[in-house]
């Protein structure tokens, strides 16, 4: 089937079924050698005139999509659906989601294309239950200079559908989600653990994204076992290793959930033995903040001093550019840039700064840590804060989601230069000190910019 293209976005509009036996009638490795030259930006297949769909046909259409993606960095995704196909691909994935959904093509050109109305005139709403979901939607469409309208919640949405031009509600960005479930709260990176844990946990859990976490600096590791049926020796011993590796740089796992019923008396005790710390439920654990706080700021992360490499130094300009377009983006404010220094981090006042870091590795490793004048990190922020008067927890927390979207950015530029990386969750630090301790001993490259008179630091070391 020949795509229709325009504007650089192709568009496949097929009609009827798509399973495992037609859908090369669809897709198929002719059409993608033949839009490999046009180097698209993105490309959808339209569900409009879909009947029915499976796992497996969605699945052969998607690895020929990712080819086109990895060739020339394309958004490739699926549109012009309902709610419940939206809710399918879900279910179908287990919100293990890659790729992009939007609810009909005017979206796509929304957030990728071209509209008949200028920026300034269109209304938009946005609304997502998931909360990274909205606001990576609403940083997108400002930085096309659009000023859309987010929704507090599902009543809102609803309420304010007919006074909006489009109403982005069933929509989703790409993502990076891993097969173990994995969030953030309060610094601590929270695994959620389901059914029957054994020896098939060392497939399912990402060790190398869980040692770039341990690179950044994150100290504490809670697995959630509330959905856990049972935990055998192999689960334990894996689990118990972690524990070993983790300690080696000062970093605890606690796991929370894990009742009698789930575990015998003997294997509880392994874990404890490996320096496991178990808790009745993760509230009782979020509840005790001062174990949190002895735990988080008990030691340093150990870091080699490998010092800055070829690499980082190429790929510097991409991730300068990420940063310095979000940013005043965002804040509405121009960055220029004062120095370019190849040192150790080093800050003159931070009394007033936060900072984030966030780790990067596939065809290079790094890790890049942004300072900012507190002042900037609240305008930079302000569409990810619900409220104006936001306490600092809010900010710190709005802060973390702001760089892993420039984190976002930054992959999507190099993808374009065909150098691949994944991103961790961001670490924050409410006190710079820490940002310091945790990069003393590293040389990197440090680019000090100046936006709108306030500070902001960048810092890419190894």
């Known amino acids: 089937m020949k795509p229709i293209v325009k504007n650089k976005i192709a568009f496949f509009h097929p009609q009827g079924f798509i399973d495992g036996e037609n859908v090369l009638e669809i897709i198929s490795p002719y059409e993608i050698e033949a839009l490999k030259p046009i180097k698209p930006i993105a490309v959808f297949i339209s569900l409009k005139k879909i009947i029915f769909f499976n ?5 052969i259409a998607l690895d020929y999509l990712t080819q086109i993606r990895d060739s020339c960095g394309a958004v490739i995704g699926f549109c012009d659906y309902d709610a419940k196909k939206f809710n399918l691909f879900g279910e179908m994935f287990s919100h293990n989601i890659f790729f992009s959904l939007f609810e009909t093509e005017e979206v796509v050109n929304l957030f990728l294309g071209k509209i008949e109305k200028s920026e300034k005139e269109v209304k938009i709403l946005i609304y997502n239950e998931l909360a990274d979901q909205k606001n990576q939607q609403a940083v997108e469409l400002y930085e096309r200079g659009y000023t859309p309208h987010v929704a507090k919640d599902l009543n809102e949405a609803k309420r304010g559908i007919k006074e909006f031009d489009y109403c982005v509600v069933n929509s989703y960005l790409g993502s990076m989600e ?15 653990l389901k059914s029957f844990v054994d020896s098939d946990i060392s497939k399912s859990f ?10 950044v600096g994150f100290k504490v590791f809670l ?12 689960g ?15 970093a605890t796992i606690v796991i929370a959930g894990l009742d009698n019923n789930k575990i015998t008396k003997t294997l509880k005790q392994d874990l404890q033995d490996s320096g496991v710390l178990i808790y009745r439920d993760m509230k009782i654990f979020f509840d005790d903040k001062k174990a949190i706080a002895d735990l988080i700021e008990n030691h340093s992360a150990i870091r080699k001093n490998i010092g800055v490499t070829k690499q980082l130094v190429n790929v510097l300009p991409y991730i300068t550019d990420a940063t310095i377009r979000t940013v005043e983006v965002l804040s509405n404010m121009k960055a220029i840039k ?5 040192q150790f981090l080093q800050i003159g006042s931070h009394d007033l ?5 966030i780790g990067m590795y596939g065809d290079f490793n790094g890790i890049l840590v942004l300072i900012f004048d507190k002042k900037l990190a609240q305008q930079a922020c302000r569409i990810l804060l619900e409220d104006s008067k936001s306490s600092e927890a809010d900010l710190l927390d709005a802060l973390g989601e702001f760089v892993y979207i420039i984190g976002g950015k930054i992959i999507n530029q190099l ?48």
């Open 415 to 462: 993808l374009r230069q065909n150098i691949k990386i994944d991103i961790t969750m961001p670490r924050t630090f409410d006190t710079i000190s820490n940002v310091l301790s945790l990069n003393k001993d590293n040389k990197g490259v440090q680019v000090d910019l100046d936006v709108s008179g306030q500070l902001l630091t960048l810092f890419l070391t190894k």
């Open 206 to 215: 990402d060790e190398i994204y869980h040692e770039n976490l341990l690179r």
């Open 338 to 342: 004062k120095s370019l220094q190849i």
């Open 353 to 357: 700064s936060l900072g984030a870091c």
């Open 178 to 192: 891993r097969n173990i479930s994995i969030f953030i709260k309060n610094n601590v990176i929270v695994y959620t």
């Open 223 to 234: 697995f959630d076992a509330q959905g856990v049926s049972f935990i055998n020796v192999h």
């Open 236 to 250: 334990v011993n894996y689990i118990s290793r972690l524990s070993n590796a983790c300690a080696e740089y000062g």
């Open 55 to 59: 796992k497996k046909g969605i699945s």
